[in-house]
């Protein structure tokens, strides 16, 4: 029976190291890992920007469907000026 006690105390010591190791572990590895509130504001930053992109994408296409509806399917044409502006170096070289 003394066999068994001695047995069970050096047991018990080596769990309760063992136990003390690994929870040391633990606090270390937690030490390094962000916060729950920080891996949260992450997400939503994450979640805001894909919002901000698909708005951004969603009014591009809305208001190129806009501007077909309204101007129909004919391309637009640059309106070039005919005649130079008055201060051009055109005007003041050549004369009117």
Do not use: K
Not at 40 to 48: I, N
Not at 70 to 90: F, H, T
């Amino acid at each position: 029976m003394n066999d068994v006690d001695v047995w069970l105390a050096r047991a018990s010591r080596v769990t309760q190291r063992a136990a003390e190791d690994s929870h040391r572990a633990l606090a270390n590895r937690l030490a390094g890992e962000r916060s729950p509130a920080s891996h949260r504001a992450r997400r939503e930053a994450r979640r805001t920007v894909a919002c901000v992109a698909m708005v951004t994408l969603v009014s591009f296409v809305v208001s190129g469907w806009i501007a077909r509806s309204m101007w129909g399917d004919e391309p637009l044409s640059p309106a070039w000026v005919a005649a130079p502006s008055s201060s051009s170096p055109y005007v003041l070289l050549v004369g009117q």
